[in-house]
Structures are given as structure tokens and as C-alpha cells.
């Protein structure tokens, strides 16, 4: 070997030791193999090849020891093969596409593509770990050059592959390109304005400075943008206002699992409705189940893309299957039915905010639709959106009205329960129904809780505030909270229905008011009922021609009533207070418990079947009755067939009356055992015998 071609060997090596990147090692092995005229000199060709490999070597511990501080560090074999690879994929732009179908929610047809970078490659590298390699040896900027030049060049060349449809190309905009091929790519782009989108994902947050040249490039050339993987990293609600895009695609992790998790569904809604207060399209993507699909059309998606409608496919597909353009023109019609309709469809565990939906215009809540669960309704106390509740049928699970509002016209229930519904409500905070109450059919049962408040305004005709209408029968009701009713319907039930049904009040403060012509505190108006009282404390205002606090009109009555307080104010014509006006018999039992009647009628009673049988025990309790009336009685009925048992307890009777109401009363079935009692007629006291 002569010493100029050992000089060059030394010159060779110096240069190698100092390469930073493959690029630079390929350019000075080639220049020196002409030097060294390798293509005649076996051994010096040898001996080159042995040069390159060790300068590969030293670029890539170089790589690996600048960007330690970023944990982006090639270790292992498999790693030094992997950058081995996507260094000869950039070299040698070996970049493929496949292109996934972006779908309208509107009627399921294709709307676009997004071009997915697919390498031509044995160890086919993910997009990611090409990123990741690629910004290890800082080439970011040859990925986002191969990307755009490679799918611009066949928009341009294959136009009819796309059908029409624009094309969705993703960019790393901090990617610094030099002005050559950013003047080069900025042309195609405006070439193509009309078929192209250009999808924005942050790597790194940019500054104001960078960000405005871009968003005014792409402004000027017509182009059309979108942020990518919204909800996740440097993709928030700051560089959405700066970038104010044509489409925000919000990230799989939201999407997936949705319809289980209330915080993501009440997230990706808030994205969509600022999208939409904003121009701006919504792309759910990541959708890979038929529930995921329906549930983010249900929430205002535009756009979906995911492999539940179309994997990502090299041949360009040009329609998605026939039977999910069927199911997706059926969640939308059901969204669009909402609208139409102005019905609000809840999902599973949504907190919903009244006032919100009232701007919207919605008239009524749908819940049950998605399935079992819990949603909340909150309002501002005293803020009616006049919207009202519809529950679906066979819902069983909580509503929590917090503070909350209702309304419907009148005759209509505030909140509507479906057949078979096991409905719990939990009250919190003041809450108010108007107009109408709460309706329970026969099959369904509703569990009344919680420590709020709910007052019920009633103003119709023949209606309940809590139950079923006067035809019908009502469901279980359960109460463990208490509620206050002012009714003036001009015939109707507070808490019942008019043929009557099982009532169980367990806990809490009750205030019941009626004005009308006929009326039921708490009971029935034509059929049996069978009530149950406890631990409770229950006032009754009743202002009626007929009119019943506890119990039947014209049926049966069974009332048990234990460590409970009742006061029941009664005036009108015909008027019980425990019993039945016109049933053929009650049978009613009170046990350590508190009772006050204060009766105004024609021809009352506190505790009677007015024209039947009646049953009455008091026990270890106090009653106080003052009734007034011309053919006023206080216990028991006009028909004589009374059995009245007061055993140890305090009782005392005002009455004022024009009967002789000695005639109704069977002294050997008016049993006193213990305790005291009281009796004044018209006046008089009545010594007991």
C-alpha cells in the first residue's frame, strides 16, 4: 500500500469517528471508495466495508448517549435493529400507505380517508417506533418531507382511488423543514386544497411564534386542518383556541369503554359542544364496538373512525358494509328524534345539568334508553327549564334530582315511570315538581330517599302528585323521605292513585294540601288500599266536598300506623279522616303514635267506613278529635257495625254535632281499657260509664 492511499485512509477514519448520522457516513464512504479505488483493490474495498461498520456503530452510541436525558436510548440487539431499519426506510423512502375510512354519522357514507403510514419492510416497524427512531437520530423532518410528498403525489396521480373524498395526512408541525421542501410541499398542498387535510399531532408544545406561522401558511393556501388525539398530551383546550381547526379528532382512550364510564362520556360531550358553538366538525375515533359507536352519535359526533366500520385497508375502500350504514342511520335517527322532539337522551351514570339542556331547547329527559343505572338532574333552585322526565321501561336503577326544577303541561307527570321500572329517587338539595307529579303504573315499584326536599304544585284535572292516574292502579310506593304536596286539581289523589295500590311510608316529614271537588290525601279514590305509616310525621290539609286524608272514597281501607305524628285538617261536605266515605269497610290500627283530626262537614268522622264496617285500635297512643258538622260523628260510622278499642291511651273528643250519636254506637264493642279519655258533646262533657 503506497502512503497516499494510507494518508486517505487516515483522513478516511478522522472523518468517520466524527459522522453524526448515516447520511453523512454513507456520503463520505462513498467519496472515499472512489478515492481508494475500491471497485480494482479487493482488500482496500474489504477494508472500507469494515470502516462503514464501525462508523454505523459510532452513530448509533452516539445517538444513544445525546439523548439519554430524553429516555430515548437504543440498548438492546433488538433495538440497534429496529434503528437500523428505520434508518434505511428513511434513506431509501420505503414509506407505504393504507387509508382507513372516515365515516359521517349522518347517513354512514364515507367522508374522507386518513393516509396510515404502512413501511415496505421485514421487520415492519410501527408508525410509532418509526417517530421514535426517527427523533432519536433527529430525522422527524425526512418523515414529515416522505409523508407529505409521498401521499400529495398520489392525490395528484390516483384521484380516482379516493372517490371524491379528501384525505386526512398527518403532520408533526414542529418538524422543521428546510425552505426548499417547504415552498415544494406548500404548492402541492394548494394544488390540492380542496382533497387534503392536514392532521396536526404535537410532539412537543410549540410557541406562539411557530404556531402562527404555521396556522397563517395553511390559512393562505386554503387548506383545511385538524387536531389529532385531543383529550391526550400537548393536544388541550389551549392549543385548540389557538389552532381553531376544521376538525377536532378526539382520542381513542375516551372513546374506548365509553359507555361505561360517566367522566369520559361527560368529557367527550363537552368537546363536541364546543366544537359545535365553534363551527368546528367532531371525529370520534377509535371506535371499535357497535356501543361505542352509538353512544358518541348519541353525544353530537360528526365523524367516526375506528375499526368497527372499516380497518385500514391498502386498496381504497369505497362504501363501508351495508349493515353499519343501517346501524348508524339508526343511532342518528334516534339523535335526531331527540332533537325533533326535543327529547334528551341520558346515558348510564350522566350527571345532567338542567339549565344547560334548557338553552338547548329540550323538553324532556329519556332515561332508561342505554340501561340500568344512575343519572343525575341538577338545577339552580327556583330556575324552571320547563322540561319534564321520561323513564324507559324495565329501568331499574337511582335518579338524584339535586336542586332540580321540573315541569309539564298540565295533567301530565313532571316525571313519567315506565312498565316493570324499579325506580330509586333520591332527593337532594330543594327540588320542585309543577304542574303534574310522578307517575308509578302498577307493574313498576319507586323508592322515595335521600335528605333533600321535593314540594309537588298540582293544577288539573282527576290527577296525583305521586302514583297513578284515577283509572288506573299505582305501583309499590316506598318512602324514606318526606314531601309536601299543594293539589288543586279539581278531583285527584296525593300520594295513591284512583283504583288504589300498596303505600309503605317508613320515614320523614310530609305535607299534604288539596283544594277541589273530591280528593285523597294519601289512599284511593275507587279501590281497595293498603297503607302502612311509620315513623313519620304527616300533616293533612284537605279542603274538599269529599274528601278522604288517609284511605278510600269508595273502597276498602287498611291503614297501619306505628311511631307516627298525623295532623289532618278536613272541612267540606262529606269528609274522613282515616277510613272510607263510601267503602264497606276499614280497618285501621295505631300504635304508639300521635293523632290530631280537626274536622269541618256535613257528615264526617275522624276514624270511620262512614257507610260500613269499621275496625279501630288505638294502643299506647294519643288522639285528639275535634269534629264539626250536622251529622258529625268521631268514630266509627253511621251504619252501627263499630268496633272501637282504645287501650291505654289518651283520648279526647269535641264534638259538635246535630246526630244522635249514641245510636251508632255499640257499647259492647266500645272497648276502654286504661289510659284517659275525654268526650264533650255540642258542649257538654260526657262522663264515661
Do not use: W
Not at 75 to 86: I, P, S
Not at 262 to 286: M, P, Q, S, T, W
Not at 402 to 411: G, I, M
Not at 629 to 636: I, S, T
Amino acid at each position: 500500500m503506497n502512503g497516499i492511499k494510507l494518508e486517505m485512509l487516515h483522513r478516511l477514519l478522522s472523518a468517520v469517528v466524527c459522522v453524526n448520522d448515516e447520511n453523512e457516513l454513507n456520503r463520505i464512504t462513498a467519496e472515499y471508495a472512489n478515492k481508494l479505488e475500491c471497485e480494482n483493490d479487493e482488500l482496500m474495498a474489504e477494508v472500507l466495508k469494515d470502516i462503514r461498520k464501525i462508523g454505523s456503530e459510532l452513530v448509533m452510541l452516539r445517538s444513544n448517549a445525546v439523548n439519554t436525558d430524553n429516555q430515548l436510548v437504543v440498548r438492546t440487539e433488538q433495538e440497534r435493529a429496529e434503528l437500523a431499519e428505520v434508518t434505511k426506510i428513511i434513506d431509501e423512502n420505503l414509506f407505504d400507505y393504507h387509508f382507513q375510512p372516515i365515516v359521517s354519522t349522518v347517513n354512514g357514507a364515507i367522508y374522507s380517508y386518513e393516509a396510515l403510514m404502512r413501511p415496505k419492510s421485514v421487520l415492519c416497524p410501527s408508525p410509532y417506533h418509526i417517530i421514535k427512531y426517527a427523533e432519536i437520530t433527529d430525522r422527524l423532518n425526512d418523515v414529515e418531507k416522505a409523508t407529505f410528498l409521498n401521499v400529495l403525489d398520489r392525490i395528484g396521480s390516483e384521484t380516482d382511488m379516493f372517490h371524491g373524498h379528501p384525505v386526512f395526512i398527518n403532520s408533526i408541525p414542529s418538524a422543521r423543514l428546510d425552505e426548499a421542501d417547504m415552498e415544494r410541499i406548500k404548492m402541492m398542498l394548494g394544488k390540492y386544497s380542496d382533497r387534503v387535510v392536514v392532521e396536526m399531532t404535537e410532539q412537543s408544545e410549540m410557541g406562539d411564534n411557530e404556531f402562527g406561522t404555521i396556522k397563517e401558511m395553511y390559512n393562505s393556501i386554503n387548506v383545511r386542518t385538524a387536531i389529532d388525539d385531543y383529550g391526550t398530551g400537548y393536544s388541550n383546550v389551549q392549543n385548540l383556541l389557538r389552532y381553531m381547526p376544521d376538525y377536532v379528532k378526539i382520542d381513542r382512550s375516551l372513546v374506548s369503554d365509553i359507555l361505561n364510564n360517566r367522566k369520559k362520556r361527560y368529557f367527550v360531550r363537552e368537546i363536541i359542544d364546543f366544537c359545535h358553538d365553534n363551527g368546528i366538525l367532531a371525529l370520534a375515533e377509535g371506535v371499535e364496538t357497535s356501543e361505542e359507536l352509538q353512544t358518541v352519535i348519541h353525544l353530537g359526533a360528526d365523524l367516526v373512525q375506528g375499526y368497527y366500520t372499516s380497518r385500514p385497508s391498502a386498496v381504497v375502500m369505497e362504501t363501508i358494509p351495508y349493515e353499519i350504514r343501517q346501524e348508524i342511520k339508526l343511532y342518528r335517527q334516534e339523535r335526531d328524534d331527540g332533537i325533533k322532539y326535543h327529547i334528551y337522551t341520558a346515558e348510564k351514570s350522566e350527571r345532567i345539568q338542567l339549565e344547560r339542556l334548557g338553552m338547548e331547547e329540550y323538553k324532556c329527559i329519556l332515561i332508561g334508553k342505554s340501561g340500568d343505572g344512575e343519572v343525575t338532574i341538577a338545577g339552580t333552585p327556583g330556575i324552571d327549564t320547563d322540561i319534564y322526565v321520561d323513564v324507559s321501561n324495565g329501568f331499574k336503577g337511582s335518579i338524584i334530582l339535586s336542586n332540580a326544577v321540573l315541569s309539564n303541561s298540565k295533567s301530565r307527570p313532571c316525571i313519567n315511570i315506565g312498565e316493570n321500572c324499579d325506580v330509586k329517587l333520591v332527593l337532594s338539595g330543594t327540588n320542585k315538581l309543577k304542574n303534574g307529579g310522578i307517575k308509578v303504573p302498577e307493574s313498576a315499584k319507586l323508592h322515595v330517599c335521600g335528605d333533600g326536599g321535593l314540594s309537588i304544585f298540582i293544577d288539573g284535572s282527576g290527577y296525583y302528585a305521586i302514583g297513578n292516574d284515577i283509572d288506573s292502579k299505582h305501583g309499590e310506593l316506598v318512602f324514606e323521605q318526606g314531601i309536601s304536596v299543594d293539589n288543586h286539581a279539581a278531583g285527584g289523589v296525593c300520594i295513591g292513585s284512583g283504583l288504589g295500590g300498596k303505600i309503605r311510608i317508613l320515614l320523614g316529614q310530609f305535607s299534604l294540601k288539596m283544594t277541589g271537588y273530591f280528593g285523597v290525601g294519601i289512599g284511593s279514590h275507587e279501590g281497595d288500599t293498603d297503607i302502612e305509616l311509620f315513623a313519620c310525621n304527616i300533616s293533612f290539609d284537605l279542603s274538599e266536598q269529599f274528601g278522604v286524608a288517609i284511605g278510600s272514597q269508595q273502597g276498602k281501607c287498611i291503614a297501619n300506623i306505628h311511631h307516627a305524628s298525623t295532623k289532618i285538617s278536613l272541612s267540606g261536605s262529606d269528609m274522613v279522616g282515616i277510613g272510607t266515605l263510601e267503602g264497606s269497610s276499614c280497618d285501621v290500627s295505631v300504635c304508639e303514635a300521635s293523632m290530631v283530626f280537626n274536622i269541618s262537614a256535613d257528615h264526617c268522622a275522624a276514624v270511620a267506613a262512614l257507610e260500613g264496617s269499621t275496625v279501630f285500635k288505638l294502643s299506647k297512643a294519643s288522639m285528639h278529635i275535634i269534629s264539626k258538622g250536622d251529622n258529625a260523628l268521631a268514630l266509627g260510622g253511621y251504619s252501627r257495625d263499630n268496633e272501637i278499642s282504645l287501650l291505654n291511651a289518651d283520648s279526647s273528643v269535641n264534638l259538635v254535632t246535630k246526630a244522635d250519636y249514641m245510636n251508632f254506637i255499640d257499647k259492647d264493642k266500645f272497648i276502654i281499657e286504661g289510659g284517659r279519655m275525654n268526650v264533650v258533646v255540642n258542649g257538654t262533657e260526657i262522663k264515661s260509664e
